[in-house]
């Protein structure tokens, strides 16, 4: 793979990175995160440089103010759900907001169970919880919510939104869900053949050019003919047409 990536983010913003399977979204993940050294290049978060081919700079991982959440998720199997945790945050921390990430990824009744003992969602939500445990300023999310129902999906979204309202970190987040990306992103950067092809907000992206959109069944009311679709952290109804259930994504003409 050549994989040739120039990009710009904001502090503060959140990004998404969008592509088929192979495209070098993971690989991305983590050259930024210190595990993949590239080629050639420079990787600047501020005025601090964590990589510079040039200079021979080469900050290793634990010198990194990133977070990453691992696709496999990378638990601890001997430690518990808290105990996870609690080995991410900074030292002489309290645990206020381990607290508050376990209730907000409603783990209180499995928070001293071994991570062997729980479902893939589960599995899944702890290891988005340990990643937001560390307090650091650029988190990198691979994927962070597929393993959720739909439901759960959402509210986590929620979340996400509240967590960053309040601290302000910088997320890069992996994600083939057009609906999460436009309730979640900024910004979005489409990957396609080892390189970014497409930079712009996700109704840039998405929507124009291609009048069509991709949106999520969230309610269906067949005595009065009518869907609820959310595209994005919208809501739009539509006449139902065919047999639609809750969670179903669909296409949606944007020129309509």
């Not at 759900?81 to 002489?92: C, D, I, P």
């Not at 921390?93 to 381990?98: E, F, G, Q």
């Not at 009065?224 to 639609?244: E, M």
């Amino acid at each position: 793979m050549l994989l040739d990536i120039r990009a710009e983010i904001e502090l503060g913003e959140i990004v998404a990175l969008y592509g088929t399977s192979g495209a070098g979204k993971t690989s991305t993940l983590r050259m930024l995160a210190g595990l993949m050294q590239p080629d050639s290049g420079h990787i600047q978060i501020g005025s601090e440089t964590w990589f510079d081919s040039d200079k021979k700079i080469n900050f290793a991982p634990q010198q990194r103010d990133v977070g990453l959440m691992f696709q496999d998720y990378a638990l601890f199997p001997n430690m518990t759900v808290r105990a996870n945790l609690e080995f991410a945050q900074e030292k002489n921390t309290d645990n206020k907001r381990i607290d508050e990430l376990i209730e907000a990824m409603q783990l209180g009744d499995l928070q001293h169970q071994f991570p062997t003992r729980l479902s893939g969602g589960q599995q899944q939500r702890v290891a988005l919880a340990r990643t937001l445990a560390q307090g650091a300023k650029v988190l990198l999310l691979d994927e962070p919510l597929s393993a959720l129902d739909t439901e759960m999906r959402r509210d986590l979204q929620d979340f996400l939104l509240a967590f960053h309202k309040k601290y302000q970190p910088t997320i890069i987040l992996v994600s083939h869900d057009i609906g999460e990306i436009f309730r979640l992103a900024d910004r979005v950067f489409v990957l396609e053949n080892e390189e970014i092809t497409q930079t712009g907000t996700p109704l840039e992206v998405f929507a124009e050019g291609n009048e069509k959109l991709i949106g999520r069944v969230i309610e269906v009311d067949e005595k009065q003919g009518l869907v609820a679709i959310l595209i994005g952290d919208k809501v739009i109804r539509k006449s139902l047409n065919g047999t639609l259930v809750v969670g179903d994504e669909i296409q949606i003409n944007t020129d309509t």
